[in-house]
Nanobody
Framework: QVQLVESGGGLVQAGGSLRLSCAAS????????MGWFRQAPGKEREFVAA????????YYRDSVKGRFSISRDTAEKTVFLQMNSLKPEDTAVYYC????????????????WGQGTQVTVSS
């Protein structure tokens, strides 16, 4: 079992930055591949970024490449999403998720989810 708690969301102007954190509980966190997803009002949840259990592989949706960076601190059982050059279209609730058996960009392949943190980017 893994429990996930996101933090770090808020209101920011376009061009600004935020750093999201996802704190995990559970002894086997180091074996989990982690992902960040987001869901805007009226839209489906979508993949944002993922990182392998060893941290050596990262994946991003095209629209955030070069602006967002995912990382993990295994000792602290925390995953981060550094978001720079934020745009109004990045506004959404951001969710952290965990799975085993390899990284994935698909919502349905993640086993554990956090409650989400709101990110609002004003123009």
């Amino acid at each position: 079992q893994v429990q996930l708690v996101e933090s770090g969301g808020g209101l920011v102007q376009a061009g600004g930055s935020l750093r999201l954190s996802c704190a995990a509980s559970g002894r086997t966190f180091s074996y989990y591949d982690m992902g960040w997803f987001r869901q805007a009002p009226g839209k489906e949840r979508e993949f944002v970024a993922a990182i392998s259990w060893h941290g050596g592989s990262t994946y991003y949706r095209d629209s955030v490449k070069g602006r967002f960076s995912i990382s993990r601190d295994t000792a602290e059982k925390t995953v981060f999403l550094q978001m720079n050059s934020l745009k109004p279209e990045d506004t959404a609730v951001y969710y952290c998720a965990a799975r085993r058996r390899g990284s994935s960009t698909l919502v349905g392949e993640y086993d554990y989810w956090g409650q989400g943190t709101q990110v609002t980017v004003s123009s």
